[in-house]
């Protein structure tokens, strides 16, 4: 555990499986946390009730909205762009404009949504941006669009790093391997195959990658910026 206390923290996409374990870490920490979500509102309400915390509904696909959702919940001490997406299936095939809305969810938003935090985040403030193994390491056809996301979040890491290290800001890319959620159940037709690219051969918990984000979020990660930190059960390497 670690204080957070009096912290105020904004998580994009809270309302279910790893958004939702991170809004409940930083709400057991002490934070006083606000989150979003679009397609869950049930879920959203839940996890709020829960938790104390407080759910605006902000479709990460829609760029102003989410600069709204930022600039509006004044000066954030952490940000945490958790919302993505996968779409699945042969390249050739795919609708352009799910594509197009991957992107905007995946890469725009979380661009965005930074640097607009980044506006009115005090020293010691903190950016971390779930991205993916698959940022790394792509093994398996159909998600190509996916992958292209995540490694984008790469560049964005190593660039807002150098922005904002001044402004004594550090931005951070979280990188899970597969972890049980309702985008990737453990009990899912993809298991053997996932678990078989593992040292650790299980799904991993999505409070494990909030235990991730807290540390990143907290004082012992004050030298800790523009990189990636995985957490896959060997997964990627
Ligand atoms: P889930 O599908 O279980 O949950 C996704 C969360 O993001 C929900 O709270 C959802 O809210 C929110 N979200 C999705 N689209 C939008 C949107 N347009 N606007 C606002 N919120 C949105 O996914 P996971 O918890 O598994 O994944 C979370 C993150 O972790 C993603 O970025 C994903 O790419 C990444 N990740 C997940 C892995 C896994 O194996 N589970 C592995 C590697 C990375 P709502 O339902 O209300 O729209």
Do not use: C
């Not at 005090?122 to 669009?145: E, F, H, K, Q, Y």
């Amino acid at each position: 555990m670690t204080d957070f206390t009096n912290k105020s923290v904004l998580v994009l996409g809270g309302s279910r499986g790893i958004g939702a374990a991170i809004v409940r870490r930083f709400a057991a920490d002490g934070a006083k946390v606000t989150f979003t979500y679009s397609g869950s509102p049930e879920a959203a309400q839940l996890v709020a009730a829960e938790t104390g915390s407080t759910a605006f509904l902000t479709d990460s696909a829609d760029r102003d909205a989410v600069i709204a959702r930022v600039r509006d919940s004044g000066p954030l001490d952490i940000l945490v762009v958790n919302s993505g997406i996968a779409i699945f299936g042969d390249a050739l095939e795919q609708d352009p404009d799910a594509v197009d809305r991957l992107f905007r969810i995946n890469v725009q938003a979380p661009y965005h949504a930074s640097v607009e935090a980044a506006r009115q985040m005090p020293t010691g403030g903190r950016i971390i941006v779930i991205g993916s193994v698959n940022g790394d390491r792509m093994p398996l056809p159909g998600m190509a669009s996916y992958a292209l996301s995540k490694s984008a979040l790469q560049g964005l890491a190593r660039g807002l790093a150098r922005d904002f290290g001044p402004r004594g800001i550090t931005i951070n890319v979280v990188q899970p391997g597969p972890i049980d959620t309702d985008a990737n159940p453990e009990d899912g037709p993809m298991r053997d195959l996932m678990h078989s690219f593992m040292a650790i051969k299980r799904h991993g918990r999505p409070e494990e990658v909030a235990g991730m984000v807290a540390w990143l979020a907290g004082p012992e990660a004050g030298f800790v910026t523009g990189a990636m930190h995985t957490i896959d059960g060997a997964f990627g390497a």
